[in-house]
């Protein structure tokens, strides 16, 4: 399976990019955001990758960091969301927008994307929201500098861990040891996720500490 891909941009479309690796291109589709992300022709580019397999159809979908991939797959896993369906979601929303979605059980965002009605709306809430940990913690892993000579990376999910470099959000790390700490106290994973995205996304800059505290004000009975 190719996890990671690596190269020169050749070519961009209105859904896809040609990466020329070594000499062989591959068209990699993508969400409009990543699209409008990536650098010019010419340049290099990294990403992360799956590969949709069917019997008269290879695609290869791209993706800037592990945790939009992740997204990606278990988005795919919902019934009657496909690719495309996904790349619209992750498209309109971006990672970080899906995961506190998803853990704030407001279906409502991800039926803004292009195509997805509310039954299909509620229907990915309903069932990944106990799935959002986990991704929410991925945040804390940083991604690998692409390089114009990297090659293409072919090996069974999940992919390698890259090498780590701060993460693009200041309180990425917090969220995640946040995450494990309410887990540690008891709380149940859908629950925990949507306390601290709730904090996150209202204190962006907050600590560790300041999200816990946060958290349980927030899990703390009403009344």
Same mark, same amino acid.
């Given at each position: 399976m190719i996890g990671r891909i690596a190269g020169r941009i050749e070519y961009k479309s209105t859904d896809s990019? /040609?990466?020329?690796?070594?000499? #062989?291109?591959?068209?990699v589709h993508c969400s409009d955001r990543t699209l409008a992300s990536l650098p010019g022709v010419g340049e290099a580019v990294a990403l992360w990758t799956d590969l949709l397999v069917r019997e008269d159809l290879l695609q290869l979908f791209g993706f800037p960091t592990l945790v939009?991939?992740?997204?990606?797959? /278990?988005?795919?896993? #919902?019934?009657?969301?496909? @690719?495309?369906?996904?790349?619209?979601?992750?498209?309109?929303?971006? @990672?970080?927008? #899906?995961?506190? @979605?998803?853990? /704030?059980?407001?279906?409502? @965002? #991800?039926k803004a994307a292009k195509g997805i009605g509310p039954k299909t709306a509620q229907r990915v809430v309903n069932e990944l929201k106990d799935k959002a940990p986990a991704v929410m913690a991925m945040g804390a892993v940083g991604e690998a500098a692409p390089t114009p000579d990297d090659a293409v990376i072919e090996t069974a999910a999940p992919a390698p861990k890259p090498a780590a470099k701060p993460a693009p959000k200041a309180n990425a790390s917090a969220q995640a040891e946040a995450l494990s700490a309410l887990g540690n106290l008891g709380y149940a994973p859908g629950e925990a996720a949507g306390a601290v995205a709730q904090a996150a996304g209202e204190e962006p800059e907050a600590d560790t500490s300041s999200l816990i505290r946060a958290a349980l004000k927030l899990l703390a009975p009403k009344g």
């Open positions: 990019v /040609l990466i020329d690796v070594r000499g #062989v291109g591959y068209v939009e991939k992740e997204w990606h797959r /278990l988005l795919m896993s #919902v019934q009657g969301v496909g @690719a495309k369906a996904s790349l619209a979601i992750l498209g309109t929303l971006g @990672a970080d927008g #899906v995961s506190r @979605a998803i853990a /704030l059980g407001d279906w409502n @965002a #991800v």
